[in-house]
């Protein structure tokens, strides 16, 4: 809710977001996330006590919520804090279609550097990068965060914000176990190399066929063309025939006719580093650049969130957990009282291509695209109201189109996809980078 002037004041209820706009007395200011702004209340006219955000930064999705903590007193007398959960968002990133769209556009650029360049040097190593980069897809996952965090913090009066702040000791986990002494300062093959442990671990055999005294190669189980890496757990042994008969495959395509030795293989394989990876590089500048907004932050370990989670009986999901970051003292009577009924569910979907063409398989030039973002003033992502006069799709719709240079517009509804003409069209929101859904919270 924001004031007349626009500044935020404390969230209202649903019921009473209705009654304000049934009298007149507010009107929406924006739709998603729903807003409204009073027209006879300033803010120095209301009363606002003010609103913690919490985040629970994840490498797939983050979980934020806007709480309210008070201090009521219990039936023996003591002073207890009560937490009550007033919105959840929970925001998916799309840091993995980034990595492979930039993989991509690597191998057009490597073809079309080494076609027919058999002798051609290779481009020098030699370029340098500014403090803080970061990769684009690891860049997206602090940026979109921020972007969530400043939203709110316009629309809410927040006056603190709580994160969890957690790293993963990669190097134990891509052993599976804890390592101690020389094993944890020189890794968990230390004394020896990659292809004796193969070797000694599959017996000097081919892993896929069992082939014995014939010269054996080192084969990545996951392609290293689909994001597979040099772990030693994607790694085994293969004789020529069956490496070259694999080729790029994934392990499961190939054998999927042999579902016993697919599975005795697959039981060395173990969770892919990247997400725990990307944690520990993004999580000191998402907190650096948290604390950019205006109100403190304050950072807890990731121990805290689950002791609280535990506590009050609440799921596994990324806005629970963010409404559980910060210190409760259950043993003074502190508690969650209160979660929200239903998610805000944004994902993050760009805001379109910089391409000017549409590249064929081999990264040439194939057809030649628009120049023009909008087409009769909608664009691609604009939230619409559709009001079809007659036919199948008769009645009044709401939805993101994309956009056609000719005014039939493709709108999508939760019923499926159809075309309308620009002339049924009303422009709720402008196309901000983002999907919304609302899904409900997990009990």
Same mark, same amino acid.
Request: with cysteine.
């Given at each position: 809710?924001?004031?007349?002037?626009? %500044?935020?004041?404390?969230?209202?209820?649903?019921?009473?977001?209705?009654?304000?706009?049934?009298?007149?007395?507010?009107?929406?200011?924006? %739709?998603?996330?729903?807003?409204?702004?009073?027209?006879d209340r300033t803010r120095a006219e209301s009363e606002v006590d003010g609103v913690q955000l919490r985040i629970d930064p994840g490498s797939r999705g983050t979980g934020l919520a806007l709480t309210d903590e008070k201090k009521e007193t219990d039936e023996q007398g003591t002073t207890v804090i009560v937490r009550r959960g007033l919105s959840s968002v929970e925001l998916q990133h799309r840091g993995d279609q980034i990595r492979a769209c930039m993989r991509q556009r690597a191998g057009y650029r490597h073809r079309r550097r080494s076609a027919n360049l058999r002798y051609r040097a290779r481009r020098s190593n030699n370029r340098t990068t500014a403090p803080g980069w970061l990769p684009p897809s690891l860049r997206h996952r602090v940026d979109t965060t921020i972007s969530q965090a400043k939203r709110l913090c316009r629309y809410a009066p927040v006056t603190e914000i709580h994160i969890e702040h957690v790293t993963f000791d990669t190097h134990s986990m891509s052993a599976g176990r804890s390592l101690r002494g020389t094993e944890y300062a020189q890794g968990p093959l230390a004394g020896t190399n990659a292809r004796s442990y193969l070797r000694a671990k599959w017996n000097n055999a081919c892993a896929y066929c069992d082939a014995t005294g014939i010269p054996l190669n080192i084969e990545h189980l996951s392609p290293r063309g689909r994001g597979g890496s040099h772990r030693i757990s994607n790694l085994v042994l293969a004789c020529a025939p069956c490496n070259q008969a694999k080729g790029s495959k994934p392990v499961e395509t190939f054998l999927a006719h042999r579902p016993g030795r697919l599975a005795r293989i697959l039981q060395q394989i173990k969770t892919p580093l990247t997400d725990a990876a990307a944690m520990n590089t993004t999580c000191r500048q998402l907190a650096e650049a948290l604390s950019t907004l205006g109100p403190p932050v304050h950072a807890w370990p990731g121990w805290l969130t689950k002791e609280n989670r535990d506590a009050m009986g609440l799921a596994k999901t990324h806005t629970l957990d963010a409404l559980s970051v910060g210190p409760l003292d259950h043993t003074n009577g502190d508690k969650i009282v209160r979660s929200p009924r239903h998610v805000l569910v944004t994902k993050a979907t760009g805001r379109g291509s910089y391409a000017r063409t549409t590249p064929d398989r081999y990264g040439f030039p194939r057809l030649l695209r628009s120049r023009a973002k909008q087409h009769f003033g909608y664009a691609t992502g604009d939230l619409v109201r559709a009001v079809m006069p007659s036919g199948k799709w008769a009645g009044t719709w709401t939805g993101r189109i994309s956009v056609r240079a000719r005014g039939q517009h493709s709108l999508m509804t939760p019923r499926g996809r159809f075309n309308v003409s620009h002339w049924h069209l009303k422009l709720l929101q402008r196309g901000d980078g983002y999907g919304y859904d609302v899904r409900p919270e997990s009990s």
């Open positions: 809710m924001l004031s007349k002037d626009g %500044q935020p004041l404390m969230p209202c209820h649903p019921a009473r977001a209705r009654e304000l706009l049934g009298k007149k007395r507010a009107v929406v200011a924006r %739709q998603v996330p729903f807003t409204i702004r009073l027209k």
